[in-house]
């Protein structure tokens, strides 16, 4: 699962391997300890968990790189690894 963006010590990953299938928009995020699954779509929590501050910093870095999201989730689902995203400034 390759890193596509890094800020404030929030790695952001997303796969891109064809025989997981994931149906949901989503990236995987991780901070020191915690991890939690993001929808692109909206930001919510798919799964796990992350610290107010850090899950409001991925809240917002999703907002403002939606397309690109989706742009790498498209290459991701053809298998294709997905393309750096700037991190949050």
Do not use: C
């Not at 796969?15 to 995020?29: C, S």
């Not at 909206?42 to 799964?47: C, I, K, N, S």
């Amino acid at each position: 699962m390759p890193t596509i963006s890094m800020f404030y010590g929030i790695i952001i990953s997303m796969f891109f391997e064809i025989k997981e299938k994931h149906h949901l928009p989503h990236i995987h995020v991780r901070y020191q300890n915690d991890r939690a699954s993001i929808a692109i779509e909206d930001g919510r929590v798919l799964a796990g968990e992350l610290p107010t501050r850090q899950l409001r910093m991925v809240e917002v870095w999703v907002d403002l790189h939606r397309e690109e999201l989706l742009a790498d989730w498209i290459l991701a689902k053809e298998g294709t690894e997905p393309f750096r995203i700037d991190p949050l400034k």
